[in-house]
Each structure stands twice: as C-alpha cells, then as structure tokens.
C-alpha cells in the first residue's frame, strides 16, 4: 500500500504578495490531486485560515491551519533564524498560533524566542525547510551549529519537533541527507514537505513579480533569496514520493502529522460578552422587560398586535441566543444618545420591533408593514447586522465607550481585505518591471477609469485591451499579462469603515490581529469570518448627514452660528421634535431643491423628486428605493410614476396582488415585498421567503433556483388559481428586482434623515449650508456647495482672522448673515496659528497680528492673499510692507511693520485666482461670474433656458459638477457629466468619439463651453444634452 501525501508547508494569496493561490484554488487541487489533507501556512497571518477550513470541510478534506514565521535565534551563537512552521494540533495550539501571528505586526518582523517559549502550547512545530536557519547550515557544512539550534527548538517542543525536509533543486537531496542524519543523532523525526506558493510553474514569474511589489524594488535587483524556492508549484503525492524514495520514514511522518493534527474550529456558535443584568435574571427576560416598557413608551400601551409581535420575535431571539447583542446596542446607542451624539439605523435591523421599543432604530416597524424575517430569520445560522450611523465626528466617542465598557483586550476593529484592482496591478507589475515612474504613470493614466464597484474577481473582457493595442511591445504585453493575473489578489488589510467586534475573553484567544496603519488594533479576519466564529460584530458608521444635523440644531439650540460639539441630550431632543408633516419641506422637495441634503441631493435623486412630485418623509422611501435598477427594469418606474401621481389607472397581474402592492401601485418596489409574495401566495414561511430573495438576490440560475420556481408557480395555482403564465410573469418581476431592491426598513431610516436635512434646508438655510461645508461637503465638490449658497442669497466671504473659526462658520453683521470659510483651508496654516488667532483676537492693524500672534512669512502672505487680512491694507500694500521686512529665524514678530501703503487693490479676477490657489476655490466669485462677457459672446445660454429648448441645438457654459464612465448595451463607452452654472445643473452625454477629440478640453472641472442637441430622457422627463463640440472657456 502506497503512503499518502499531503502538504504541509503551503501559502495561499494570503501570505500577501508572497504565495498566489486562493484557499479555494489550494483546496480544489488538493482534492482534484487525491490528497485527504492539507495544511495552509501563510507568512505570519492567519487571514485565510476561516476560509481554508471551510472550504476543506466542503470538499471532504481534512484542514490543519498552520503559521510560517521568522524567528530570532534562540542563543548569542545563532543568528535570526529565518523561518519556522507552527501546526495547531487543537484549539490550544489555535490560541497560540492567535497569539503569536498577533505579535507580528509586518512581514518582515522577527518572532521573540520568549514568546515562542509562552506560546508553544498545543503547537507542533516544524523546522522551516529550504528557507530556514536550519537548512542554510546544513547547506554551507556548519552541522555542529545545526545539532545547537536543534537542541534548542528540542528543549521548547519536545516530542512535537520535526526536522523539515524539502527538495526544490539538485542540491537539495544532499542537504536533506545532512539534515536527516543530524535529526537521527538527536532522536529527532524528519519529515517531508514542499514549500507551495504557486499551483503551476507558470505561475514562477507573477510570484517574482509580487515579491518586487512587497519590497517595493524592481524585480532585476533582487537576489534568489527573496523569491519562492524554485519549483514551488503544487506537487502531486507521487511527485513526492519519487523525490523522497531514499527518505521513506521522512515520507510516512507525514502521515503522523495528519494524525496529531485534530483542530477543531468552534464555528456557528453565538459568543456574546457578558452583559450586567440583575441577580436572578436571564438576558431574554432583561430584554423583554426593556422591550415592554419601550413599547409602552412608543405606542401608549401594549395592544393586541403589539403584545403578539413582540412574544414571536422574543421567542425567536431568545431561541437563537441573541439577546445580549440587544441588550449590547441599547447600550450603546443609549450612551450616544445621552451623550447629544446624533444616531440612525440603517439596514434590516428597522424591521424589529424590540429594536424600535428598545430605541435602537428609529423607523416604526408596524406602521411601515415591515417583517422581522428580513432581519432576523431563524433559518439563518449567521447572527443578525444591527447597523448603526452616528454623527462622524464623534463616532470616536462612541467607540471609545465600546472600548472601556467591554475592555480593550476584547474589542477590535474589523479589518478589511484590500485587493488588486485594474489601476493598482498595472501600476505595481509596471513598477516591479523597472519601469520609470513616469512610464508607470503614462501606462496608469491611459487605462480608463473605473467609477463603482468591488475589485473584479471573475473573468470578464480584458480590461487591458485598449493598452495592448496601443503598446504592441513584448515587455508590455508581458506586463499586461501579469497585471491582469493579479486583478483581485490581496494587497494588503485595512480598516473597515465602521464594524466592531467584541469577544467574551481576550480576543486573541480566538482571533488574530494585526495592527493597522492608522494605529488602529484590526482583526486578521473579514467580515465574514467573524460571523462563522459567532462573534458580536457591530457596524457604527460615521456619516456627515448626520453631523450636519447636529450642528444645525445646536447651533439653534445654543442661539449661536459657530459650530461647537453636541454636548447636550438636548441636541436629540430638538431632532427628535422636527415635524414630519411640513408645507415649506414639502414644496422644496417637490422641486427637487435638495443639494446639501443626505441622499437626495444628486442630480438623478433630485430628478426624481420632481418626477414624483414627493411631499412627505414616505414619498422619500419611494424616491430612495425607485432610483434603483430593480424598479427600472422593464419600465416599471414609468409605471410607478404614473399610477403615483394618479395619472393611471392600476393594473394588477391578478386579482390578488391587489391586497399585497396596493401600496406602491401594483409595482414590486421594496425588497419586503418578495418575502410578502412568497409567504401570501405560495406559503412560504417568511423566514423561507427570505432565503428565496437571497437566493434571487445572488443571480443564480442553477438547480436550486429552478426548483424554488417551480414549487412558487405550483403553489401560487394551489392556493390562488393563478396561470401558469401569471405566475410566471410575477416570479420575472421578484427576481429581476430582488437583486438590486432597496429594503424598506432601510429606506425608512435613511428617509427620515433626509427629510429632517430638507426641514433644515427650507427653514434654516443659511445653517444648513454652514455645516454642509463646515464638514467638507457631501456628493459634490465643495464649489457646488459654495454656488448653492450663493444662490440661495448668503453672503459668502473667504477666512478672515478676525470673524472665521477653524472651519466654515456663520456671522451676522448688520443682520445679515455672512458665511466664512474656515482658517483650516487656508494651505500651510498650522493648527498652532489657528489657535493663536483665536485665541487673542480682535486685531486692529497687521501689526498687531503679527507681533500678537507670532506667525511664519509664508503664513502671513497666504492670509493676505486670501484675502483674511481684510482691513489691515490692500492686497498689494500688505506684500509690499512684507517684502521690505527681513525676518530673523523666520519670524516677523520682532520687526517694525509700518502700515500698509495705497497700492491699489486686485482686480475681482486676480483676487479669485489668489484664492484658487491658497483656499483650493474661489469663494467671492463663480468662475463663470468672471466670464459672463465671453460667455454672452459666445451665444451661450444658462442651464436653466436650455432645460426649456428640447430639440435644439445650443451653447451652454458651465463647470463640472460630476463624472462617470459607463458602457452602452452594445458596448461602447459613453461618459455622463452634470454641468453645473449659476443657475442650476445640466446631464450632459458625451460618446467615445467626442471625448477622444476633447480629452484635453475634459481633463480639469472647467470652465467649458459645450455645444449640443437638447434632448428629454423618455423615462425621467429630465432634459439632458448631447454633447458635440466641446471648449475652455478661458
């Protein structure tokens, strides 16, 4: 009977630019191969590992989660000692291999033997093979130092030492003889493996390649060391016997290993911190109590219906063992809530009642019909997403709290897996190529850009086609061939936006870390991950909606413009109080006036305000789930907008679907709907329901979708009568929509905040704006904001040290109110200057300022530029008084400054340049305010007449507001852009061929002047233009 092999020493793409393959690929050839094993050891991480088990579990192979590390030596004698192979023979051997992959926070860190020493437990370990300390002095003949380092590891692992053999080139087979003979005089086991970074030798190049990319050097100045061995591609089992003929002991410990390697991940099993509840009390009882009385807080009493939802999701939260992470929120968001932070559901987690009376969302999920199912479904292994926005700049707050009331030994941030997109491959392999860095940049900025989307992780159309026949030549093509092989690859963990995760004990004991640029404590495991280990994750997203609302109401609870932070309860309170029924929001939404306004505030949003004509916090539901591409399909917008505005009669497919979408005129609009058609028409149970719209959600033609269509149509003939061909319309329309349909119970929390930011808007204007850009903005550049406050009447002035703070600020002055930017834009003014201008203000004269204040030339002359010296003197008079001085050590305080003489002034022009160039925009003028005389030469129009000349062709001046790139249905590029002027906002549509003439013309924002045919879009109404000529307007 022949010994079965399996790998032992093997890197997926997870070793990050060391190893190439997925754990998927890994697996899939190990089974392809026969092997009933297989181990995965990444360099120092253990990122994959949740990955690798499940997919060996799937396949029906057995999973040994291992670690590659680099190790210093273990006496004065030994040098670093290059790499070491740990295997978790069980969940000790896990927490170690936790412990120390926690440690090595960069590739090339090196492994304190002392900390090999505490953290040995339940951990085999293996000498290194090819590219350890081990085999390198064996290789140059230093056997006695070999014999030391081996006593060495001995004396640490005892019986669970295996000295490493691998044969990658000729000369290995008499190392490995060495290394066996050594291994033999100190009654230690030898044993097989092969150092796999690669399925195929063709691979040998791209693992160079990333090996360039990880050392940041070009791949012809590396030595052989800093590759992957040679032949480091997969082998098969009788490769490796024929390799290891001499050494067949070495080959059968590798069944051995197989068998002391029993780890067995504790996966789909809920693991909650303890909450603090009162002597004799279990979680499920604390969060009924706590549901009741929010109940009756919410609704006045406990009703029938009330009582009744409220039994069914506890049962099935208590069932599921999910009551802490309730009780885990309200903390939470209750610490944010008294804290004044502004807070927002989002996500499925609206459609829970507890969660409404508990005050972690806000939305009301009787009133809005909504399922808990969509949230919480039974049938569903993975713990539930409670998603929570907070105010951005005090989300840290937040955290914080999480932090101490957990404990930071149990709280880390969840990471993200960044991975090699189109732009990054080409530029990194260009780099790793020896390419200049102005060729890098040459071939980076030819390829199209990519405006959405995640990284590209399928096989689709080249993406590098267009470069391939523009440069025909051998190196490349070569380098287009391997940047496309590296498209979706690991680059490197990062900080996800917003989830949190807490564990019961330290968190190591269960899950590795790593540290983050930032300085910030990440997981080593994804999203995903952390749910398969059943850990709390919770998701607290800082979104600047929400902090605009909080300034605009403390800034009116305060009786002050200036922004300060939210400090008070009463902050929530005045939200809170906001109408939701309000004629001067209504008219202002139904005119599609919502710049500044989270969510609905984009040129396409916007139109469809005006298309529904919405007037209250449902119509923005609406609006929020219509723009999607589920309702778009087959003209159902069209549809919708019609019947909404009454100006069609509805039409149901059959007569029962007109007690289930009555509300959304016959059109499948929210992603609740699918689970109502299932469970009402074929009798689905809703948690059935919802794993039917996940499985539409996820496209998937396959067997199992074709049976969930048939049991639908037989079912909804069994129960309803409904043809055959009825129901199969109704199931085109599920599963068009399904993947793309917004959750209304998302769409309730996000359009309530949309609504309280119109509110804002259409009675507080000026506020609104203020902290609009008082947080840099939203969709839109910050120009965009500054012309919508120009037109909705506000003065608007650049800093200025006596009236600005740090960031944009309102001040009235004879009772009008003025809008400053803030001292923060101005460039290269420090924050230590900043804090001495507000600090010691008012200042009469620029001598005052400067010997008060005590700042740098440089500072001075950009605050004078900019126009923040206002009062003190000219423009020019101020750098005149500047020149003459000679600051000493860089500082003017201890000249004599004269006043300023009478140059006369800039002209408006030479002023806005100054501040274009200091504040990064013009803020006293539009650009297209200085150019009215060529504008009206020209024969151009404003946006707004343009809008009323469908048909025609005509002129139009303008800046760019936005871009995107996108593809017809045949394929072609096409370009969108919204052009922007005085007036308002213009679509424009720009085809590949036009572009290509004006490409140079379209490199910045503007000022352009465009020539075209005004056309109106069939569907919105919206006119747009065609663009045919295209101009600076200079």
Not at 10 to 27: D, T
Not at 381 to 396: G, Q
Request: include cysteine; glycine fraction near 8%; proline fraction near 5%.
């Amino acid at each position: 009977m022949l010994m079965s092999f399996v790998h032992l020493h093997a890197q997926s793409y997870y070793s990050f630019l060391r190893g190439l393959a997925s754990p998927q690929e890994l697996v899939a050839m190990a089974k392809t191969s026969g092997m009933p094993c297989l181990a995965l050891t990444d360099h120092h991480t253990l990122t994959g590992a949740i990955e690798f088990y499940d997919a060996c579990l799937e396949a029906g192979i057995k999973p040994i989660l291992g670690l590659e590390v680099n190790l210093a030596s273990g006496g004065e004698e030994s040098p670093a000692g290059r790499n070491l192979v740990l295997l978790a023979m069980d969940l000790r051997g896990w927490r170690s291999l936790c412990r120390i992959s926690s440690l090595l926070e960069s590739d090339d860190a090196i492994l304190d033997f002392k900390t090999l020493q505490a953290e040995q437990s339940g951990l085999l370990c293996l000498t290194g093979g090819k590219r350890s300390y081990l085999h390198r002095l064996a290789a140059v003949g230093q056997l006695n130092l070999a014999q030391r380092w081996l006593s060495i590891l001995k004396e640490v692992f005892t019986d669970r030492l295996y000295v490493q053999l691998e044969m990658h080139e000729a000369q290995d087979r008499e190392i490995c003889q060495r290394l066996e003979d050594e291994a033999k005089a100190l009654h230690i086991p030898c044993v097989a493996s092969h150092d796999l970074h690669y399925l195929s030798e063709k691979d040998a190049e791209l693992q160079r390649i990333v090996a360039g990319i990880r050392l940041n050097q070009p791949v012809r100045r590396l030595s052989k060391d800093h590759f992957a061995p040679p032949n480091a591609g997969f082998k098969s089992a009788e490769d490796m016997r024929y390799l290891f003929q001499d050494h067949p002991q070495a080959l059968a410990r590798v069944d051995e290993i197989r068998e002391r390697c029993h780890l067995s991940l504790p996966l789909g099993q809920a693991r909650y911190p303890a909450v603090s509840l009162p002597e004799g009390t279990t979680a499920i009882q604390v969060l009924r109590q706590k549901a009741e009385k929010g109940a009756i807080q919410r609704y006045g009493n406990l009703n029938e219906t009330i009582r009744k939802r409220l039994d069914h999701e506890l049962k099935v939260i208590g069932e599921m063992g999910y009551a802490p992470l309730f009780l885990i929120m309200e903390q939470v968001i209750g610490y944010a809530l008294s804290q004044g932070i502004p807070v927002s559901s989002r996500g499925s987690a609206a459609s829970s009642l507890v969660a409404y009376c508990l005050g972690i969302t806000t939305p009301d999920p009787l009133r809005l019909n909504l399922y808990f199912e969509r949230f919480l479904n039974p049938a569903r292994s993975s713990p539930p997403d409670i998603d929570t926005d907070l105010c951005s700049r005090r989300r840290e707050e937040v955290i914080q709290f999480v932090y101490q009331q957990f404990g930071h030994e149990r709280v880390a941030t969840v990471c993200t897996v960044n991975r090699f997109r189109s732009r990054s491959a080409l530029r990194e392999v260009a780099k790793a190529f020896g390419l200049s860095p102005e060729e890098v940049s040459r071939l980076a900025d030819s390829l199209p850009h990519r405006w959405w989307g995640p990284p590209r992780r399928h096989k689709e159309a080249d993406p590098f086609q267009e470069l391939r026949e523009r440069f025909p030549q051998d190196h490349y093509q070569r380098i287009f061939n391997q940047a496309a092989a590296l498209i979706g690859k690991p680059h490197h963990l990062s900080v996800h936006p917003g989830g949190l995760v807490i564990s019961p004990g330290e968190m190591t004991d269960l899950v590795p870390t790593t540290m983050a640029a930032k300085g910030v404590r990440i997981t080593q495991f994804d999203l995903e991950s952390i749910e398969r280990l059943g850990l709390v994750k919770i998701d607290l997203l800082g979104i600047r909606g929400l902090t605009v609302l909080g300034d605009v109401a403390n800034a009116l609870i305060e009786g002050k413009t200036r922004l300060r932070p939210q400090s008070r309860s009463a902050t929530i309170d005045f939200i809170d109080s906001i109408p939701e029924k309000d004629e001067a929001t209504s008219q202002l939404l139904r005119s599609g006036r919502t710049i500044g306004c989270f969510q609905i505030e984009s040129p396409g949003m916007r139109a469809t305000l005006r298309e529904i004509q919405a007037a209250s916090v449902d119509d923005l539901m609406v609006a929020l789930a219509l723009y999607r591409p589920g309702p778009l399909t087959g003209g159902l917008k069209n549809a919708f907008v019609r019947r909404h505005l009454g100006k069609e009669t509805v039409e149901y497919l059959h007569p029962v679907l007109s007690g289930l979408l009555a509300e959304t005129h016959g059109v499948i609009l929210y992603q609740e709907q699918v689970l109502q058609l299932a469970h009402e028409l074929v009798g689905f149970s809703l948690a059935e329901a919802d794993l039917l719209r996940r499985a539409m959600s996820h496209f998937d033609p396959g067997k199992q979708m074709q049976t969930l269509k048939e049991h639908f149509i037989a079912g909804a003939a069994e129960r309803h009568a409904i043809p055959e061909d009825i129901s199969q319309q109704i199931w085109d329309q599920m599963a068009a929509f399904a993947g793309y349909g917004f959750p209304k119970a998302h769409a309730a929390s996000y359009a309530l905040l949309s609504w309280r930011l119109a509110w804002c808007k259409a009675h507080y204007p000026a506020l609104l704006m203020m902290g609009v850009l008082a947080n840099w903005g939203g969709y839109y550049p910050q120009r965009v904001y500054l012309t919508e406050a120009r037109r909705l009447g506000l003065t608007l002035k650049p800093p200025h040290v006596n009236y600005a703070q740090r960031e944009f600020s309102l001040v009235y002055q004879a009772g009008k109110p003025i809008l400053y930017m803030g001292l923060d834009q101005v460039r290269d003014l420090t924050r230590r200057t900043q804090s001495a201008i507000l600090e010691k203000r008012p200042f009469k004269s620029l001598a005052e300022f400067i010997n008060r204040v005590d700042p740098r030339p440089m500072e001075v002359e950009n605050l004078a530029r900019a126009g923040a010296l206002e009062g003190f003197g000219t423009i020019p008079g101020i750098l005149n008084q500047l020149g003459k001085a000679k600051p000493q050590m860089g500082q003017l305080s201890f000249l004599a400054i004269d006043a300023p003489g009478s140059e006369e002034d800039w002209s408006l022009p030479e002023k806005v340049a100054a501040q274009e160039a200091i504040l990064g925009v013009g803020v006293i003028a539009h650009p297209l305010e200085l150019a009215q005389d060529k504008i009206r030469s020209a024969g151009a129009i404003n946006t707004l007449e343009a809008a009323s000349r469908v048909g025609e062709v005509v002129r139009v001046a303008g800046m760019r507001q936005t871009w995107r790139r996108s593809m017809t249905q045949r394929g072609d590029t096409i370009y969108f852009m919204a052009l922007e002027d005085l007036e308002g906002v213009l679509d424009s549509v720009i085809f590949a061929d036009v572009y290509q003439r004006y490409r140079a013309v379209f490199s910045d924002a503007g000022p352009y002047l465009i020539e075209g045919e005004m056309l109106r879009d069939e569907e919105t109404g919206e006119p747009f233009i065609i663009v045919k000529q295209a101009f600076r307007l200079e």
